[in-house]
């Protein structure tokens, strides 16, 4: 089993920086992907940024890449999310999530098998 609590959120303007954190539990959190999903009002939950057990590899959104950046530290059983030059369409809560995997990482929600209860980001015009 792995908890996930995400931090961080938060009420910004359009091009502020924020930078959410997701402590996870246990002692396997190096075995498994990390991803970052978000869901706005009235949508369905989307794929944001992922990043490989190690660290080495990572994959973002097309919407996000280039302004955020995903990174994780096994040492702190954490996965990051840095958040730049937000725009009002960023608005949405962001759940962590974690994947048992011996490969990469999924793009889908569907190969998370633990999730956070999310934190809010809302960014204003």
């Known amino acids: 089993q792995v908890q996930l609590v995400e931090s961080g959120g938060g009420l910004v303007q359009a091009g502020a920086s924020l930078r959410l954190s997701c402590a996870a539990s246990?002692?396997?959190?190096?075995?498994?992907?990390m991803g970052w999903f978000r869901q706005a009002p009235g949508k369905e939950r989307e794929f944001v940024a992922a990043?490989?057990?190690?660290?080495?590899?990572?994959h973002y959104a097309d919407s996000v890449k280039g302004r955020f950046t995903i990174s994780r530290d096994n040492a702190k059983n954490t996965v990051y999310l840095q958040m730049n030059s937000l725009k009002p369409e960023d608005t949405a809560v962001y759940y962590c999530a974690a994947e048992p995997t011996v490969g990469l990482y999924s793009l889908t929600t569907q190969g998370y098998d633990y999730w956070g209860q999310g934190t809010q980001v809302t960014v204003s015009s």
């Open positions: 990043i490989s057990r190690s660290g080495t590899f990572t």
């Open positions: 246990g002692h396997t959190f190096s075995m498994h992907a």
